[in-house]
């Protein structure tokens, strides 16, 4: 399958901003989502998404609601004047999203009868997807075809919207076979937020993804939304190591909505922009370094237009509210020449329990020394848990972490006594504030571990604090009780470049 834009040329463009030559010279994808209301009011906002942006994807005009106002009825004006905008500006178009439980037509559930055997709803999908994407045939690069159509939290593992619900999960691959019927060249996607990271919901999704295409469904791509946060977001290893798997199965990865909330983390702005440059820089270097990774899509540009601000005021865009580049510009730049953030040196003392267990500690339980064998150096585990909360804990890091701003964290661990559960870093910070003690604890990655092999705990975080910080120590909790909990190799390290 040849991506039949991947010959456009810029230039054709008119002017190409800094991003989009990069972008370019990366032999990458540079994208954003749209925002139309945005684009028909705001000249500056039309010529940053000319010039910054190789592709473009309706934000929401192209979702099954948005189109269809009433049964059988579309309305195409929206889709077709960013499609129109796209091919203006020599931009590829990514549709999104045919199959989605959000955003549904409203007269939806009274054309589909309670009771109904699903034959229905199979009939208003399927009409729908072959109108929609016949009607976009060779304008529309790719399709976003199925979108979150997992929810590990459920008995399935599956979203059981009324589409699982009335047709089951074999809906995902017909999904797929009437969109490849509809445009037999377009690049067919699986969209789905929260698996950028190693862990349950992207094992579970990749499953899916091998079993669909044991299949022989048409899926050539999947997309990681990475709407991360800036006090926590995968480690470069454990993005790029999940990009390659994905891209092993043979599909197209994507990051396909990125945006960095910034308000969850304390601190001034400076301090939160400068950890926000860093998260872009990993996620966006991340997928160029890594062939299996095909582009990066922005979920908006502007923080004057991000769906973010909808829950409350933040700003997890490049561009501020006044289209100014912000330190994040300058990540997506450093992401697209292949620099990825570096670590400084190791901030925990004892981290890799040289000095014996120092002043590590065990919430509860035993704590014991030990060499692992199947990996060099100590290793502390904690048996006679009784609950999941119980911690190894670090003891006092306050004086390396106090400066807070963008940190990596590297920890390997492994069980005793199940076959596998999951591992959390957490760092306990107390703070005086308005002089008034307030703690708070801020998880910076969880991980499925097993008592099989060793597993390296990662995660990025911004730290920053809303007083005066006055004790932070670094705990690893999460397994069931009765589960040894073995740690190796701890690393915290400040991030820059
Ligand atoms: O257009 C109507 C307008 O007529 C009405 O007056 C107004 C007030 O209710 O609503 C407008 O529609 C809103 C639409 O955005 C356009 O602004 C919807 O209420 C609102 O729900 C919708 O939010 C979108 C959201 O998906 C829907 O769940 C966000 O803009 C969009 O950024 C967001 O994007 C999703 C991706 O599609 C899938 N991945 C997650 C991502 C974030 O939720």
């Known amino acids: 399958m040849t991506d039949p834009a991947a010959e456009t040329s ?33 000249p500056l906002y039309a010529q940053i998404l000319g010039e910054q942006f190789d592709s473009v994807t309706p934000e929401n005009a192209l979702k099954w ?68 994407v016949t009607r976009y ?51 067919l996607l699986y969209n789905e937020v929260g698996i950028e990271r190693l ?53 197209r990865v994507n990051i396909s909505e990125l945006d960095a909330r910034t308000t969850l983390l304390p601190g001034d702005a400076a301090q939160r ?56 510009y300058l990540g997506v730049l450093q992401g697209l020449a292949g620099e990825l953030p570096t670590p400084g040196e190791n901030l925990i003392s004892n981290g890799d329990f040289s000095a014996g267990l120092g002043a590590w500690t065990a919430s509860a339980g035993a704590l014991a020394l030990a060499t ?12 006679g848990r009784t609950a999941e909360l119980d911690a190894l804990v670090s003891g006092p890091v306050l004086d ?16 005793n006594g199940a076959s596998s559960g999951v591992v959390e870093a957490t760092l306990n910070v107390t703070e005086l504030v308005d002089g008034a003690e307030s703690h708070a604890a801020l998880s910076l990655g969880a991980m499925a571990a097993s008592d099989v092999a060793w597993v390296e705990l990662t995660g990025y975080f911004g730290l920053g604090f809303a007083g005066t910080p006055t004790a932070i120590s670094l705990e690893f909790s999460g397994p069931p009780a009765g589960v040894d909990l073995c740690v190796m190799d701890v690393n915290v390290a400040r991030v820059g470049g």
């Open 10 to 42: 810029p230039a054709a463009a008119g002017t190409t901003g800094e991003l989009r030559s990069a972008a370019a010279k990366a032999g990458k994808r540079l994208g954003t989502a749209v925002n139309l209301t945005a684009l028909n009011a705001e």
């Open 65 to 132: 609601g948005p189109l269809t106002p009433e049964q059988g009825v579309y309305d195409w004006a929206a889709a077709d004047a960013i499609v129109e905008f796209a091919e203006a500006h020599a931009q590829v178009v990514k549709g999104h999203t045919l199959v989605w439980h959000e955003q549904l037509p409203s007269w939806l559930p009274s054309a589909v009868s309670a009771d109904g055997d699903g034959a229905q709803l199979s009939a208003l999908l399927q009409q729908h997807i072959k109108d929609t």
């Open 137 to 187: 045939r060779g304008r529309v690069y790719a399709w976003d075809v199925v979108n979150e159509a997992v929810n590990i939290d459920t008995a399935s593992g599956y979203t059981e919207s009324v589409f699982w619900q009335k047709l089951g999960p074999d809906y995902i691959e017909q999904a797929f076979r009437w969109a490849r019927e509809a445009d037999p060249d377009a690049l």
């Open 199 to 251: 862990g349950p919901k992207s094992d579970f999704t990749y499953a899916l993804m091998q079993q669909l295409l044991a299949k022989g469904t048409p899926i050539d791509g999947i997309g990681f939304q990475s709407h991360v946060s800036i006090h926590r977001y995968p480690s470069e290893a454990n993005l790029r190591a999940n990009i390659r798997r994905f891209s092993e199965l043979g599909l």
């Open 273 to 328: 922009w400068e950890a926000q440059r860093i998260a872009y820089q990993q996620v966006v270097g991340a997928c160029v370094v890594e062939p299996g990774c095909e582009g990066v899509t922005l979920w908006g540009f502007t923080d004057k237009y991000s769906w973010i601000n909808d829950d409350g005021p933040d700003d997890p865009l490049p561009f501020d509210r006044n289209y100014q580049p912000k330190p994040a």
């Open 372 to 383: 692992a064998g199947d990996r060099p150096g100590w290793q502390a585990c904690v048996s």
């Open 400 to 415: 390396a972490l106090a400066a807070g701003g963008p940190h990596a964290l590297s920890a390997w661990v492994r069980l």
